[in-house]
């Protein structure tokens, strides 16, 4: 089988060598020599470099490959990829190629690009996931539509992505671009699980007074049970390291996070289609807040420093609130799946959408064992409940600030607790007359209900 691979970069390099590994044959292009130079000779030092054609232009690729055509695109997100396409239809590719985008591109730009390029080439859509080492090794892959090609290069990327019980992690989820879709979900839940991590580790280190490496400790035995997750054992270790100097590598870096897109897009799709992912939505304002110090807002409204207030944990109810919080993150997560797919029509299938997250992914964690037998079950862990909403009040004592700990211990309460919105609805058709519905489904006027003398003004 012969495939293309456009974009060498961080990805583009490791997903290069692992289709090679498996018995590849690809052409490869970077606008910058070196990254082809340093493929090249990656491939040489693993003895695979036979199977590797680096090529200088896209005109030299599109020659070089027999029709039908199969592209791969790794190159960053937004008008590069459409760059790339034009260049590639100049260069030759016809009706039937496939070019499969498997960059973090935004789903909505997939299904314009679906339209522009149809009678030009198949545009496919796939998410990856899982960094250098996933793509090198084996990453996730979130694939989308039924785009005549697919059936060409499906075999091969179920051999190419990671693998969790003898099943492939690849999958084609759902129609149109919901494959991107699930990456940009997939990329929402990383990122409220990374700060809620970053919130326990607060907790133990200011609540409690705990070392780095002490952290490093109890996220290690964490990891031994049934918490063990990629993430949990990536911030072990990282809370592990020392200089030198002996100095905690965390006391080395800045506070302010950066961010590439795809956790906004999650909170402003979720917005749009009106579905409550408070977590995700905390997990990105809580890195909009490590930038704050910078703006110009925040320099006029400085506040002193509070110190923290110590607090006595324990530690097996940490564990049960970190467990439940994590499993919520997920549930929100699946629920946007949900309702996008109903809202789009494009036929998600939420347990392939998991199978792609069991192994290679950022997201990958043993207790997903229990939400692929569905997500209810979270609703009977009731000594996991009670633990997060002891901890979060535990957690506010100390004065600190927990976004994703606390919205989501509110996202279960809001679940499973009375709701007030009935005051809400009143106060809007108080001032606005925009109508109450009762508890009969009658939709009327607080003043059809009851006589309201004068209103306050
Ligand atoms: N890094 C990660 O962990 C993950 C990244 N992704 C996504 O994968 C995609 C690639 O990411 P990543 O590998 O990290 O990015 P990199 O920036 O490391 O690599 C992109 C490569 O594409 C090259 N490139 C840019 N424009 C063109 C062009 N017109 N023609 C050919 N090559 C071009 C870049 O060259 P130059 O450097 O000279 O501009 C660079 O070598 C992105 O969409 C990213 O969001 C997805 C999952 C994980
Ligand atoms: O897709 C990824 C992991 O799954 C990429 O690493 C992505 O860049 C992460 O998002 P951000 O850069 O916004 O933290």
């Known amino acids: 089988m012969q495939v293309a691979l456009v974009g060498l970069g961080v990805m583009g390099k490791n997903l290069a060598l692992n289709l090679i590994e498996q018995g590849m044959t690809l052409v490869a292009y970077d606008k910058n020599p070196d990254a082809g130079e340093e493929l090249l000779s990656c491939a040489k030092l693993q003895g695979m470099a036979d199977r590797l054609h680096i090529v200088s232009d896209l005109g030299d690729m599109v020659k070089r490959l027999t029709p039908p055509r199969s592209i791969l695109l790794l190159v960053p997100a937004g008008e590069l990829v459409d760059k790339v396409c034009s260049e590639l239809v100049e260069a030759g590719v016809d009706c039937d190629d496939i070019i499969v985008d498997c ?105 409690t007074k705990r070392s780095p490496h002490e952290v490093a400790e109890i996220f290690n035995q964490w990891s031994e049970g049934s918490l063990n997750s990629y993430l949990l054992s990536i911030s072990s270790h990282i809370l592990s390291l020392e200089t030198n ?66 607090v006595e944990l324990d530690l097996d109810e940490l564990k049960d609130a970190f467990l439940f919080a994590s499993l919520l993150a997920y549930r929100q997560g699946l629920a946007l799946i949900k309702g996008a797919s109903r809202a789009h029509q494009w036929k998600v299938d939420l347990s392939k959408t998991l199978q792609t997250w069991r192994a290679g992914c950022i997201i990958r964690a043993d207790y997903l064992d229990n939400i692929a037998e569905g997500v209810e079950f979270i609703d009977t862990l009731e000594k996991e409940s009670l633990a997060l909403r002891k901890i979060c009040g535990q957690a506010m004592m100390t004065g600190l600030a927990f976004p994703v700990l606390s919205s989501t211990q509110t996202y279960f309460a809001t679940l499973t607790t009375p709701s007030n919105g009935h005051l809400v609805q009143a106060q809007r058709d108080y001032f606005g007359e925009h109508g109450i519905k009762t508890h009969s489904g009658e939709v009327c006027h607080l003043t059809d209900l009851v006589e309201i003398d004068a209103k306050v003004r």
């Open 245 to 310: 100097a002996d100095e905690a590598l965390v006391d080395l870096i800045d506070n302010k996070v950066g961010a590439k897109g795809t956790g906004l897009w999650t909170a402003q799709n979720a917005l749009e289609l009106g579905i409550a992912v408070p977590s995700l939505v905390a997990a990105v304002q809580a890195r909009h807040l490590t930038n704050t110090g910078d703006t110009h807002a925040a320099k006029e409204m400085a506040y002193a420093a509070k110190s923290t207030t110590h």
């Open 103 to 207: 960059g973090n591109s935004n789903y909505k730009d997939g299904i314009t690009r679906k339209l522009k390029y149809q009678n030009k080439f198949e545009f496919a859509t796939m998410g990856i996931s899982g960094g250098a080492e996933g793509a090198r090794h084996g990453p996730a892959m979130m694939a989308s539509g039924s785009e005549g090609g697919w059936e060409r290069v499906e075999p091969w990327f179920e051999k190419v992505a990671a693998s969790y019980k003898g099943e492939s992690c690849f999958a084609r989820v759902g129609q149109s671009a919901s494959g991107h879709f699930v990456k940009m979900v997939h990329n929402g839940i990383e990122y409220a699980l990374m700060q809620l991590i970053a919130e326990m580790y607060q907790l133990l280190r200011l609540g």
